[in-house]
């Protein structure tokens, strides 16, 4: 089976970075993605990483750890805006076709 | 702009009721999903398909089933809707050989009273 890890919820203020983790467990491993949710709307996807490393799309940066089995998605210059719901999500088993979401984590941004 | 579209965004329906929820993709995507997203317990699988009359399981699929006839459509049905099927159903969508980007309708609402 699957499982991800990530914080029920998080706060920062504007301008400020912060950094949601995710930690997995899969039998085998295909890649980490992210999604963002806001109140009320459909998740988008924000970023992938299928190698170790940090992967870079503006103000928001997505890292991956195979051997941790740990990745975490890193918010910059944060904005009132950036208030949603963020999903870790991994495609892990071979025999299988389809996304395991984490429970999400809810980032509360304050002025 | 390419699109996922649920046909209901809220559905109030009573126990016992077959329920049907309605998914169309004007992307030519081989994969579809549905998920339910219910607090706390992030987005749940319920069911897949990744290509025409093809389907399969995923982690809670009790109490439901799909149909996929036409490539850009994806049905989900509940056979005898109970209360405990109430939540957000999301439906997806991604080509063959992307596992990681999906792209979501805006969901549905169910209460099932």
């Known amino acids: 089976g699957q499982s991800l890890e990530q914080p029920s919820e998080v706060t920062a203020v504007e301008g400020a970075i912060v950094q949601i983790n995710c930690t997995y467990q899969?039998?085998?491993?295909?890649?980490l993605s992210w999604y963002q949710q806001h109140d009320g709307g459909a998740p988008t996807f924000l970023s992938y990483?299928?190698?170790?490393g940090l992967e870079e799309t503006g103000r928001f940066s997505s890292f991956l750890s195979r051997s941790d089995s740990y990745g975490y998605l890193l918010l910059q210059e944060l904005q009132m805006k950036d208030s949603a719901s963020y999903f870790c999500?991994?495609?892990?088993?071979?025999?299988?076709?389809?996304?395991?979401f984490g429970s999400g984590t809810r980032l509360q941004v304050q002025p | 702009d390419v699109k996922v579209t649920q046909s209901s965004r809220y559905l109030v329906k009573r126990t016992g009721e077959k329920v049907f929820l309605e998914c169309v993709q004007d992307?030519?995507?081989?994969?579809m999903f549905w998920y339910r997203q219910d607090p706390g317990l992030g987005l749940r699988l319920i069911y897949f398909?990744?290509?025409?009359?093809?389907?399969e399981k995923g982690d809670i699929p009790e109490g439901y089933s799909v149909s996929r006839e036409k490539k850009e459509r994806f049905s989900l049905i509940l056979e005898s809707a109970s209360t405990n099927q109430t939540s957000m159903y999301l439906c997806?969508?991604?080509?063959?050989?992307?596992?990681?980007?999906?792209?979501f309708g805006s969901g549905t609402r169910l209460t099932v009273v």
């Open positions: 997806a969508s991604t080509p063959r050989d992307n596992n990681y980007g999906y792209t």
């Open positions: 899969t039998s085998g491993f295909y890649g």
């Open positions: 990483n299928a190698l170790d």
């Open positions: 999500a991994v495609k892990g088993d071979t025999g299988r076709r389809a996304l395991t």
């Open positions: 992307m030519d995507h081989e994969n």
């Open positions: 398909s990744y290509d025409v009359k093809m389907k």
